[in-house]
């Protein structure tokens, strides 16, 4: 089988939605609030908190875009 178009062999980068991250920031942040700052669950929302920051800031710093890479110039 001959494939003319070797684009589909390489699955789509997703793209990350600026609104929705910062809108997960903020309501992990508010339940981080609630919860005593050294308990498992926690730490586990605020690892995640500061991935939803970096994927943010990453998506909208300039760059250039190679696959799931970003490299900026």
């Known amino acids: 089988m001959i494939i003319s178009d070797p684009s589909v062999l390489v ?7 600026v609104i929705e ?3 997960a920031v903020e309501y992990l942040s508010l ?3 609630r919860l005593e700052p050294e308990s498992p669950v926690s730490m586990v929302l605020t690892q995640a908190r500061r991935e939803l920051v970096s994927l943010a800031q990453s998506a909208t710093a300039p760059g250039t ?5 970003r490299i900026a110039a």
């Not at 875009?65 to 890479?69: A, E, N, R, Y």
């Open 11 to 17: 699955p789509e980068a997703p793209t990350i939605d």
């Open 21 to 23: 991250a910062r809108w």
């Open 31 to 33: 339940m981080i609030a």
């Open 65 to 69: 875009v190679i696959g799931p890479l």
